[in-house]
């Protein structure tokens, strides 16, 4: 084992708390920490540029919370959370028998967990899924030149498939996000977004008109003046949702 | 003893009323006895101010045998029966007065014949009959009060109980981080994780010991605030800093207690923890005539959410503490400029 480094990201923003993983890894010499984060942000840019093997995850952080960096960073594995009291979280986890680390907690504890990590490395968490499934997506984090941004969904007016990304319309601009349209949209809360066409998901909050054009097709007009066409399927949906 | 025997003016109203009535009763008798005047209101003041006071008396009857619906044909009847004997008796007592006009040669102060002293008997029954009904719908109208003010109070208490219990309950969240602070020092820093602990208990003693009281001095919750504002500097370190305003007269005022702390708790949980820079956390405290004023303020993100309905939640807990507490209205006021939020509260200045 000693042979495979895993490398490892410590996200909490108390820095005693991170102090403590270190302190308890320190018997666990395959194991290198290679970036700490304070905040969700920070966790989750790190996710994606670093992609670590082993995250330990506070649930509850500034910004953004550990199972959104989870949402939107579309993490699935290597994650250990770590929370001191949170009732929702703990309930919500109990119920999809995803494990964690309940501060404080102690180095059989943390090692025990770990292993449970090892064994799972490389594979889904058990549960995790149905876990982060069971909340829409209230935000996501899209990239913002060399940043990255969190953006929240109230706010976006719709979201085009753009090749192998989604673009998010946010207050005049664009955000590229590299994930399949079909994903996102499971994700979504779907009383506030309908899939209206194979490349846009709109806002309904945005709708200002439906009209329909001389061929027999509909097409939706946003309160920014924005047009977008609506398909066959998509125009039931949208009935469905109106 | 009867309510009215202790309000002057609602007795000399009463009197006044049956003056009038002995004057009416004079007015009918003066042609009919052929009397004079002077004779007959001789005659007919006393009584009327005799009856006066007999018809208070039913009111002794209807309290101790209120009309219950099991019992009310015994209760009727036995009012019956009070109005009865004191009209005997107030009519004995007027032909006793009546016959003092022997000592000035006359029949009588008015010559009344037999059949009018029975009529004033049954007159006088009916006023007695009618007398202890008033006073029955008197005291039920009062019992009804009595039950609402009985049952207002009740309620007041129970919300009162549930403030505080909601306000004594300990965030757990604090408890466990600190705990979790406390295991990293022991490894990191031994002499740090015993201050922390000591820290963590006095806050913990502290907070218990204001437990069920009504108020406590400034001062005391001002020594709250500091020490939790210690506890979380040591997790969170020098991103967060304090700065307390109050003189010595404003810090030995009273206050409900738990009236800052939660407040700083707000502003270290959604204003300083969320910043990279830190930031500090001010109170203060001043007197404006009749009222305290404090202030908690906080830098926040400049896009940080601003609805936090938790915050909202707090704000309106807070207030209604404050309506059960004080006997004046007291303020709570929330003031978001662009990098600042600001609670204000304003309550009448108590020592």
């Known amino acids: 084992m000693a042979d495979v480094s895993l490398r490892a990201l410590i996200a909490d923003d108390e ?18 920490v290679i970036a700490e984060a304070g905040t969700g942000l920070e966790a989750a840019r790190c996710i994606q540029d670093a992609a670590p093997d082993l995250v330990f995850l506070d649930v509850q952080m500034p ?73 829409p997506l209230k935000r996501v984090l899209v990239r913002d030149g060399a940043q990255m941004r969190v953006l929240p969904l109230e706010e976006v007016h719709y979201i085009q498939a753009q090749a192998d990304q989604v673009a998010f319309h946010h207050d005049g601009r664009d955000y590229l996000k590299p994930e399949r349209i079909s994903d996102l949209e499971a994700q979504l ?47 039931e949906r949208l009935r469905g949702v109106l | ?33 052929h009397s004079t005047w002077g004779w007959t209101l001789a005659f007919c003041l006393p009584v009327a101010s005799l009856t006066a006071l007999a018809a208070l008396a039913p009111y002794y009857v209807c309290r101790s045998r209120p009309l219950k619906p099991a019992r009310w044909i015994s209760a009727l009847l036995l009012r019956a029966a009070a109005a009865i004997v004191l009209a005997v008796l107030v009519a004995g007592a007027a032909a006793l007065w009546n016959a003092t006009g022997l000592a000035f040669g006359r029949a009588g102060l008015v010559a009344l014949p037999p059949s ?5 008997v049954a007159a006088l029954a009916l006023v007695f009959i009618l007398s202890a009904l008033a006073h029955d719908a008197a005291l039920a109208q009062q019992e ?103 003189d010595a007269a404003c810090r030995a005022a009273l206050v409900p207690p738990l ?14 923890r969320l910043l990279d820079e830190g930031g500090r956390i001010e109170v203060e405290a001043r007197r404006a005539g009749t009222r305290l004023e404090l202030r908690v303020s906080n830098p926040v993100e400049s896009d940080a959410p601003r609805d936090s309905t938790g915050l909202g939640q707090g704000l309106r807990l807070l207030q209604e503490r404050l309506d059960v507490h004080c006997s004046e209205p007291a303020f709570v006021e929330v003031e978001r400029a662009a990098r600042q939020f600001t609670v204000r509260i304003s309550l009448p200045w108590q020592t």
């Open chain 1, 189 to 235: 809360d779907p009383r506030q977004f309908v899939r209206v066409h194979r490349s846009f998901i709109v806002n309904i909050a945005e709708i200002q008109s439906v009209e329909r054009t001389e061929s027999e097709a509909y097409a939706l007009r946003l309160r920014s003046g924005k047009r977008i066409p609506v398909s066959r399927s998509g125009y």
């Open chain 2, 116 to 120: 009018a002293w029975l009529g004033l």
């Open chain 1, 15 to 32: 820095p005693l708390a991170r102090a403590l993983v270190r302190e308890y890894l320190a018997s666990h010499p395959d194991i290198r």
């Open chain 2, 259 to 272: 009236v800052l702390q939660p407040l700083v708790e707000n502003a270290v949980k959604h204003g300083v």
């Open chain 2, 144 to 246: 009804l009060q009595e039950a609402a003010e009985l049952q207002a109070r009740a309620r007041l208490h129970a919300r009162e109980m549930e403030l505080q219990a909601l306000r004594s309950q300990v965030d757990p969240h604090f408890l466990f981080n600190s705990l979790n602070s406390i295991s990293a020092l022991t490894h990191l820093d031994p002499a740090a994780a015993r201050a922390m602990t000591i820290d963590l208990a006095q806050f913990f003693r502290q907070s218990l010991a204001t437990n069920g009281l009504d108020r406590i001095r400034l001062d005391e919750e001002v020594q709250l605030v500091e020490r939790y504002v210690a506890i979380e500097q040591r997790r969170l370190g020098d991103k967060l800093s304090l700065a307390v305003q109050a």
């Open chain 1, 63 to 135: 910004r953004l919370t550990g199972l959104e960096v989870l949402q939107m960073t579309g993490l699935r594995q290597g994650v250990i959370f770590t929370t001191a009291y949170d009732q929702h979280a703990l309930d919500a986890f109990d119920l999809h028998a995803v494990d964690y680390l309940l501060k404080p907690f102690s180095q059989e504890r943390f090692d025990a967990a770990l292993e449970r990590a090892r064994r799972l490395l490389r594979s889904d968490l058990p549960g995790i899924e149905r876990l982060l499934g069971a909340e």
């Open chain 2, 1 to 33: 003893m009867h309510p009215l025997l202790t309000h002057l003016r609602g007795l000399a109203a009463y009197l006044l009323g049956w003056w009038l009535v002995g004057m009416a009763a004079a007015a009918v008798l003066v042609p009919a006895v």
